[in-house]
């Protein structure tokens, strides 16, 4: 059974960039959408974007400008960087896989979630 | 975007109740709804997929249904584990989206 794991600095200065990993366990990257999404108190949940294992992302156009999601296939990860951050970037970070059919596509399993702080 | 609005924000209900959240899309989105339960601190877990299709290993009790822009969750007899926030997604169309959440207390 796949299981999904974030890991990386819990806490980033303002104007500097996010970094997390997500590690996948139990399964390949294959065939899915692995995708990154945050939850604030202010917005709620929000999907950020995704990449398959070939590399083919797509991002929220909100988030566009400052973030790029990447594929390690060797290593089974997939991650999130996000530049420019301010106080509004300080989130709740889920790494999920993205299963897609002709019924609907859907988020599971997910990582536990990283709490990302961006504070000087 | 579309936005996914769901109702009520919070409810209170009594153990054995039928309980009912809905979420509304500002398009249709066919049958691309599902729903998702959140206990404080941890992950979303998904309930329903497809507005009606049950997941795996969760209790019959939860239902999905609609279409459109139209949706339903019902929990037909409302247990104490039962507490949590309810979210619903759509995957019609990105940047996909979720509601606002609903939350569902025990009396």
């Known amino acids: 059974q796949v299981q999904l794991q974030e890991s990386g600095p819990g806490l980033v200065k303002p104007s500097e960039t996010l970094s997390l990993i997500c590690t996948v366990s139990g399964g390949s990257l294959s065939i899915y959408y692995w995708s990154w999404i945050r939850q604030s108190p202010g917005k709620g949940l929000e999907w950020i974007g995704y990449?398959?294992?070939?590399?083919?992302?797509n991002y929220n156009p909100s988030l566009k400008s400052r973030v790029t999601i990447s594929v390690a296939t060797s290593r089974n990860q997939f991650s999130l960087n996000m530049s420019s951050v301010t106080a509004a970037d300080t989130a709740v970070y889920y790494c999920a896989k993205f299963t897609y059919s002709s019924l609907s596509g859907w988020f599971d399993p997910w990582g536990q979630g990283t709490l990302v702080t961006v504070s000087s | 975007d579309i936005q996914m609005t769901q109702s009520p924000s919070s409810l209170s209900a009594s153990v054995g109740d039928r309980v009912t959240i809905t979420c509304r899309a500002s398009q249709s989105i066919s049958m691309h709804l599902n729903w998702y339960q959140q206990k404080p601190g941890k992950a979303p877990k998904l309930l329903i997929y497809?507005?009606?299709s049950l997941q795996s290993g969760v209790p019959s009790r939860f239902r999905g249904s609609g279409s459109g822009t139209d949706f339903t969750l019902t929990i037909s007899s409302l247990q104490p584990e039962d507490s949590s926030t309810y979210f619903c997604q759509q995957s019609y169309a990105t940047p996909w989206t979720f509601g606002q959440g609903s939350k569902v207390e025990i009396k």
């Open positions: 497809g507005a009606s």
């Open positions: 990449t398959t294992d070939s590399g083919k992302t």
